[in-house]
């Protein structure tokens, strides 16, 4: 299979299901917001993280591939035949976990917390406030996504942020309070 098809050549692209849409379509965009966030969560990976971190940001990123599947599926023609191409209430579950394990590790929350730290904290605030831009885009389209789509991308920002300030925990960086 070549990488380059011509076939989005004049800006449309097509939808699991067949349907051809504009690639300024909001749907398109939301998958789009997505993919800059698995992105982003490479880059952060890449920065070298510990073990516990970087598994668990392995998972998200398998999950966002099934979010940018879910998305561009709104006939739902992939989502009953691959298994991969799905998210469940235990995904949400297993976010909620890495959240409580990720704040046990640092001070109560007393203030807002300025992005920064260190690089890869920062990194991790970045893809936190892209993963918030891509929950908005997922919230406007219709007809409605999945309900588990727009949970799963709350959760992740919080676990994001949670992660941003338990690794700048571990190595020492300062949060700066707002």
Not at 116 to 130: D, S
Request: aromatic share 6%; net charge negative; glycine share 6%.
């Amino acid at each position: 299979m070549k990488l380059y098809t011509r076939t989005g050549d004049a800006g449309e692209t097509s939808l699991f299901d067949g349907t051809r849409v504009s690639k300024a379509d909001s749907r398109v965009d939301a998958y789009g917001e997505v993919d800059e966030l698995n992105a982003w969560l490479g880059y952060v990976r890449a920065l070298a993280l510990p073990d516990d971190l970087d598994e668990a940001l392995e998972a998200i990123q398998r999950d966002l591939f099934a979010l940018g599947a879910m998305l561009a599926d709104p006939s739902h023609k992939i989502a009953d035949r691959v298994d991969k191409a799905r998210l469940g209430d235990d995904d949400v579950t297993r976010l909620e976990a890495l959240i409580d394990r990720c704040e046990s590790e640092v001070p109560p929350l007393r203030r807002f917390i300025m992005a920064g730290g260190a690089p890869v904290g920062a990194a991790l605030h970045v893809a936190r406030t892209v993963c918030r831009r891509a929950e908005r885009r997922i919230v406007s389209l219709q007809p409605a996504p999945d309900p588990l789509a727009v949970r799963y991308v709350n959760r992740l920002s919080d676990l994001l942020f949670a992660m941003a300030r338990t690794l700048n925990h571990r190595v020492g960086a300062p949060e700066t309070e707002w």
